[in-house]
C-alpha cells in the first residue's frame, strides 16, 4: 500500500469486483432514497458539476444562501438520510481503524466531463478522524496537494476499487479531481451506471 505522503495511504483494488459490485447495489438502494442533488457554491451561487447525495447520519450540502455544511435531512425531499451500508462500516474499521463510526457518506456523482476543484475538507470539528475515500467507475487523474492551495500538487490516477485515507498530517492537504478517463474505465456497476461515469464515497466523521 503506497504512502504517498505522510498520513496519505492509497489502496489500489482495495474492493474486488464482487464487493464492487455488492457496493454499487447498496449505492443504488441509497440514491434511490436520497435522490442526486446539484449543489451550489457558497456566495457565487454556481453550480457544481459533480451531483451529490449523502448516507449516513450527516450529509454534507451546500448553497449559495447558507454555503458548506453538514445536515441531518435532504436539502429536496427533507427526509434523514439513508443508512450508511455495513460495507462501508466496515471498511471504515479495516482502513482508518478509528474507534468512532463516521458520521457522514458523501457520495459525488461524476459525468465525464466533471469536476472537483482543489479544496480541503474542513467543515468537520473532527480532525483527528481521518477521511476515507472509495472510488468506482471510472479512472480519475486526482491531485493532492499540500496544507496550502499553492502547494505543489502531485497526480495519481484513482480506479475503480482504490481506497484512499488522509489522515494525520494529510488530514487536511489540498486535493481534487481535474479529469475523468472514461477511455481508460471500468464502466461503473450495472446499478449505477445510468448516473454517470465514476462514482465516489468520502467517509467522514463530523463532530
Ligand atoms: C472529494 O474530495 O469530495 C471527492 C474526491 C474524489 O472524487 O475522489
Ligand atoms: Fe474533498
Known sequence: MPELAPGAFHYPGFL???AQAALAHDIAEVVAAAPLYVSTMPKTGAP???RMTNCGPLGWVSDKEKGYRYEARHPATGAPWPPMPQALLDAWTQLTGYPKSPEACLINVYDENAR??????????????PILSLSLGADCRFKLGGARRADKAISLILSSGD???LSGPSRRRFHGVDKIMPWLAQPLPTPLAALGARVNLTLRRVN
Open 163 to 165: 481506497a484512499l485515507v
Open 16 to 18: 474486488d469486483e464482487a
Open 48 to 50: 457544481m458539476s459533480v
Open 116 to 129: 472537483m476543484g482543489l479544496h480541503q475538507d474542513r467543515d468537520e470539528a473532527d480532525f483527528a478522524a
